[in-house]
């Protein structure tokens, strides 16, 4: 890690150059020593003292504007961030100093040395590179999120940093660098808060893979959604893959994902197992043991690594992930309901006119019950839900009532609004700023709402689900929702200088309608199944309802 004393001494200097190039050389002339050095109009303590010799005394600095004075000569320098100017120092005894000075950023992290972003042919980073971007990561993180210690002591965090670090070898790969700082974000607990594996860099067209696709299920079991020429059923419990339990490769994975709580994190490892597997546990060859559903006795099967594309063409078509439409609506007139499919909170002018276009056919049809479906929504703009609750709410209410902010230098330039004025603020709704049910005459709708959630329903989404229970809006039928009631929220995307690896960062922390920070949880379900038999779940209630 970068030592304190190095980042001080960064801190203290700077330099730039105008009116004499940059790779010339200047002579200055003197009779004493040490001579004058003045940055950014201070004269530095001590002054410059010569060293005669071949080598050249490097001056690393911060300041802007550097002079060297004698008794009878002066020198002016300006240089920008990174650049450099060599120059000699003449005695009356005729011997030569040679003197180097570098301006470096006052700020490294920000405006790195693009000497040190220069990655080798092999695309490998060197052990200072990936140092520095692990560093830099550190950094960027305590500038943007508004506590990245809520949930993780600080001596822990930092001993997870130096541990990393210390572990580093030569030269590390960026699914490397991804392995041992992973861990260090997800420590932070912060849903939003995530380092995103380079899927780009590892599974390239010509890699070869394990050609079984799979769901983690919130009891920590994995199942086979696809395999190779059908051989393992979909629906078949995998027990192990090279002698690696299911349970043993899904605690091996935890430490890399981040979330509020362990539901949401197997969610996360749902969607990332192809990745987590590759780097945690890589083979050319699987041994895989499963059990198909209803039988007693386990089966195995050895799969070679075969590219993607072959693996494709011989697995049947995984199932559909439904529509490609945010939200959307179907009518079933026979049995008086009406079902949402509500997959992102995308487009507030759109589900202005959705919502305005649903409800008036339910009105129009006489639909006496309403299923809205957020077990597979991660979120997005929560204005967009605002829309959709104001027609089913009872009461005034907002989704958040309070909110943390905070906005730094590197906050402004991550989100390329200048004129944001850095600021850290605290910020509580009062019951005039609540936002109103729509009146009878604007469509609002008394039927009987039924909200679906998973593990999965995750931020805005979350927040939506928090409100119309709070709100009692209806009933909810499912799993507790990923989302939380106090969370961190509102994401910038940051990129680690060297290795490119994307982060993403909260620099919000939202408080949820009437949310008790004492007691931090998502939104329970009324109705507590596992989410695949929400939807029947649903069904029969509106049967017994009629």
């Known amino acids: 890690m970068i030592s304190l004393k190095t980042l001080i001494a960064a801190a203290v200097i700077t330099i730039s150059i105008t009116d004499m ?67 000699i120092i003449l005695t009356a005894k005729g011997d030569t100093a040679r003197v180097r000075v570098n301006c470096t950023a006052a700020n490294p992290y920000e405006n790195p ?59 590390v790969s960026v699914m490397e660098l991804y392995h041992r700082t992973a861990p260090i974000v997800a420590m932070i607990g912060d849903g939003h808060t995530n380092l995103t594996f380079p899927y780009s860099k590892v599974f390239t ?29 979909r629906g078949a419990k995998i027990l192990s893959i090279n002698g690696h339990t299911d349970t043993e490769m899904i605690d091996a994975m935890m430490p890399f994902v981040a979330g509020e709580r362990e539901h949401f994190k197997l969610s996360r490892i749902d969607s990332s197992f192809p990745a987590l597997r590759h780097m945690l546990f890589p083979a050319d060859t699987f041994e895989i043991s499963y059990l198909p559903e209803g039988a007693k006795k386990p089966l195995s099967v050895t799969y070679q690594a075969i590219s993607f594309d072959e693996a ?15 939200y959307s609506f179907t009518i079933d007139k026979k049995n008086n309901v009406a079902i949402m499919d509500f997959r992102e909170f995308s487009d507030v002018g759109r589900m202005e006119s959705f919502a305005d276009s649903m409800f008036t056919a339910l009105r129009k049809n006489k639909i006496g019950n ?24 009872p009461e005034p209410y907002m989704q958040m009532d309070k909110a943390l902010v905070k906005i730094t230098p590197l906050t402004k330039k991550l989100m390329k609004a200048p004129d944001i004025v850095p600021t850290f603020m605290f ?8 936002i109103v049910p729509r009146t009878a005459d604007e469509g609002h709708y008394d039927g009987n709402v039924y909200l679906l959630t998973s593990n999965k329903t995750f931020s805005s989404a979350g927040s939506f689900a928090w409100a119309f229970k ?53 939104t329970i379900p009324d109705i507590a199944v596992p989410a695949a038999k929400a939807m029947d779940t649903a069904l029969k209630l509106v049967k017994k309802s009629k």
């Open 21 to 87: 190039p940059i790779c010339g050389q200047t002579t200055l002339k003197t009779t004493i020593d040490p001579v004058t050095l003045i940055l950014d109009g201070r004269k530095a303590d001590g002054g410059w003292r010569l060293i005669p010799g071949p080598k050249t005394d490097v001056l690393d600095t911060t300041a802007k504007n550097i002079t060297f004075a004698s008794d009878t000569d002066t020198l002016n320098i300006t240089l920008d961030e990174w650049q450099s100017k060599d120059f």
């Open 113 to 171: 040395d693009p000497a040190l972003l220069k990655k080798a042919p092999s695309g490998l980073l060197s052990r200072k590179q990936a140092e520095f971007d692990i560093n830099a990561l550190v950094y960027s993180l305590s500038q943007i999120h508004p506590d990245i210690f809520s949930t993780c002591r600080q001596a822990d965090f930092f001993r997870a940093v130096n541990t990393a670090i210390a572990s580093l070898p030569d030269s």
């Open 205 to 233: 067209k010509e890699l070869k893979r394990m050609p079984v696709w799979v769901d983690v299920l919130s009891d920590k079991s994995i199942v086979c959604r696809s395999s190779l020429d059908s051989i393992i059923p």
């Open 312 to 326: 494709k063409r011989r697995s049947p078509a995984l199932p559909e992930s439904g529509s490609d439409n945010p």
């Open 370 to 393: 309403l299923i809205i479906d957020l077990r597979k929504n991660g979120g997005g703009n929560s204005s967009v839900g605002d829309r959709l609750l104001r027609y089913i709410t």
């Open 427 to 434: 910020w509580e709704a009062t019951p005039d700023q609540y």
């Open 470 to 522: 709070e709100c009692g809006m209806g009933t909810v039928i499912g799993e507790e929702t990923g989302g939380m009631n106090v969370c961190f929220g509102d994401v910038l995307s940051y990129r680690m200088p060297v290795s490119r690896l994307q982060c993403s960062v909260s620099f919000k922390r939202f408080w949820q309608f009437r949310a008790d920070e004492n007691d931090i949880h998502g």
